[in-house]
């Protein structure tokens, strides 16, 4: 195909009136191209010859929109756009900062250009292609106020195009400095070739790591809407095969992941906090996402985001917060009122994992009484009362327990905004929850024992000496220990059957709960009525004469000494004692000179040698 020499003399001109034309009709679509194609062709106005453009111009292939075409088609554009910006007198301030970042463009060029990974994947050239439209457009709207049409164009809308321009350059920028600074280049050429000895059905796993790994490098460039675009896939991945994200994620790649929180549009910020939320429950992820500074945009997301990213930001909270160091920096941060005030107004996801957080925060001691300060009695009673998901409640128990564990201040607090209440309310249910029980051993010598009768602690305590779990009722016992001083609670508490409950207890695996079972009955044995109680329980004796196990970890043996003590004026229960060899238990026992041992074993062996004289 011939063109005329007339025709390419005019060329320029005429598509400068095109461009001209779009540029005030706002066609930004048709722009990129034709500024393109003015620049690619007549830069130099000394080659506008028929000849050199009949013989230059090449049918478009895929070769030339390469990395290399678009680098040579850069630097080719950047004099004209240089020249274009210094001969505007429109603006002249916006246009000498415009021309400082067209200045930098070259050498961020030449460093990209000098990467050893510049060919092997579509990241550079992409770039490229970006810093090419943005040259153009720059030469655009350079030309644009040069015509004189700026002022019809509008002054407010050209300083917004010249500040839109001026933006543009510098993600240009920094996209490149990235590309060569970082090793996201590096990351996102994942080889592909297989090792020797590797299977051939391996090779679509390193395919997908190729894939994954040029993903992950593409969330560090480009602006918002391609790096939404990038979540989206990565999300697909994850869904498909988490592995494949989480073994070639890096470091840099989880702190542009983590920028993203902030970024403009909820969608990429609520996606942004999946990933997230998903990494944070691997352990391997904890204390990197902490380090690189996930905290503070989680607890603003928390704060003011969207249903769905408050609901990922909030849960990756609670499982952050695991970590002591992490729940140091939440509270640093600001995240204690976030934490509370979903925890009155959020659903029941968000409810109960903020829930979670918050009793993860109380565990440490220096923090509960800013937590109280912050008003978190109320709201974990409140919990109590009225949780809409059993999990809030069960959290609401343990930040209770936490904050009772030894803060009398706290404990009184509590009592007085009618947490004991609560706590025996909720521990009436099917399964009553060893927390609870925690938190009501910690309260119990905080409140008037009438009190405590009078809110029906007794029955309770049955209920769950009966219904918990191991720990639960351990805990239990050690309620009873604490509230059975005064005689009256003592007599009480053996006609609500909890002897039994307690003897039982005794067979326990767990040491502590034997202990606690042993401390239990050795404090009611000095009520005649429960000591009687104890004496008809086939299994009393025999359970206690097991605890007088000498090996050093068992701690329960002194409890089983007294209360054997006591029970030993009774000729049954010293033969049975004796038949269930108690005898050489206590030998060992007054070896090693343990309380009570060795006075136990006196009056089994006089009334063993008393039964054999008999007998003769």
């Known amino acids: 195909m011939q063109i005329s020499t007339k025709f390419t003399l005019f060329l320029p001109t005429i598509l400068n009136n095109i461009i001209l034309a779009l540029l005030r009709k706002r066609k930004s679509e048709n722009l990129f191209s034709l500024v393109t194609l003015r620049c690619c062709f007549f830069t130099d106005q000394e080659d506008y010859t028929a000849g050199s453009m009949a013989d230059n111009l090449e049918p478009v292939t895929e070769s030339v929109l390469s990395a290399d075409h678009w680098l040579t088609h850069a630097r080719q554009l950047i004099p004209t756009a240089i020249e274009r910006a210094h001969a505007t007198t429109v603006f002249p301030v916006r246009w000498k900062s415009i021309i400082s970042k067209l200045e930098s463009v070259p050498t961020s060029l030449s460093d990209l250009a000098s990467h050893p990974c510049f060919l092997k994947n579509t990241l550079c050239r992409e770039t490229l292609q ?15 106020c040069e015509s004189g049409d700026a002022v019809r164009h509008g002054k407010l809308q050209m300083q917004s195009d010249i500040d839109s321009l001026a933006a543009k350059l510098d993600l240009n920028l920094r996209d490149c400095a990235l590309l060569v600074k970082t090793g996201v280049l590096s990351d996102a050429t994942v080889p592909v070739v297989p090792a020797p000895g590797l299977a051939v059905a391996s090779v679509p796993v390193l395919n997908q790591q190729l894939n994954v790994g040029e993903l992950l490098a593409r969330l560090h460039i480009g602006n918002a809407e391609a790096k939404h675009r990038v979540v989206d896939s990565l999300l697909e991945v994850i869904r498909e095969d988490e592995k494949s994200v989480l073994s070639v994620l890096s470091r840099s790649s989880i702190l542009a992941m983590i920028q993203l929180l902030s970024a403009g549009k909820p969608k990429v910020r609520e996606k942004a906090a999946t990933i997230i939320c998903l990494l944070a429950e691997s352990a391997s992820f904890e204390t990197l996402l902490v380090s690189e500074g996930v905290l503070p945009p989680l607890i ?29 920096a939440i509270v640093r941060h600001g995240g204690i009122r976030p934490l509370i005030d979903i925890c009155q107004t959020g659903d029941s996801v968000t409810q109960s994992a903020a829930s979670g957080a918050l009793k993860n925060l109380s565990v440490l001691s220096e923090v509960r009484q800013t937590l109280a300060d912050e008003g978190i009695v109320k709201v974990m009673i409140n919990l109590l009362d009225c949780g809409t998901v059993l999990g809030s409640k069960e959290y609401a128990a343990e930040c209770l327990k936490n904050l009772t564990a030894t803060n009398d201040h706290l404990r009184q607090s509590i009592v007085t905004e009618g947490g004991l209440k609560s706590l025996l309310t909720y521990l009436n249910n099917p399964i ?16 008037p024992v009438d009190s405590l009768l009078s809110f029906g602690l007794l029955p309770c305590l049955v ?11 351990q805990a239990a016992a050690s309620v009873i220990y ?20 307690l003897v039982t207890l005794l067979e326990a695996k767990s040491t502590g709960a034997r202990v606690a079972a042993a401390q239990a009955i050795t404090i009611l044995m000095s009520c005649p009525q429960n000591a009687r109680e104890l004496k008809k329980d086939e299994k009393s004796i025999p359970n206690l004469v097991q605890l007088l196990d000498p090996s050093p970890s068992n701690t329960a043996k002194k409890y089983a000494i007294a209360c054997l003590l006591m029970l030993s004026s009774s000729k049954k229960c010293k033969k049975l004692m004796i038949s269930h060899g108690a005898i050489g238990y206590l030998k060992k026992l007054s070896e090693v000179e343990v309380s009570g041992a060795k006075k136990l074993l006196e009056r089994l062996e006089r009334g063993k040698l008393r039964s054999l004289f008999i007998r003769k």
Do not use: W, Y
């Open 130 to 144: 970006s810093v090419a439209s943005t040259l153009s457009e720059a030469i655009g709207l350079a030309e644009l």
């Open 463 to 473: 209920h769950v000496l009966k219904e918990g779990v191991l720990g639960t009722k």
């Open 300 to 328: 603003r997301l928390a704060e003011s985001g969207s249903l769905v990213g408050r609901e990922k930001a909030v849960i990756t909270l609670q499982r952050l917060s695991m970590s002591s160091d992490a729940a140091c």
């Open 482 to 501: 604490k509230v059975s001083g005064p005689a009256e609670v003592k007599k009480l508490v053996g006609e609500f059957g909890c002897i039994p409950l």
């Open 432 to 447: 009553p929850q060893e927390a609870a029980v925690g938190a009501l051993r910690n309260l119990v010598r905080s409140v």
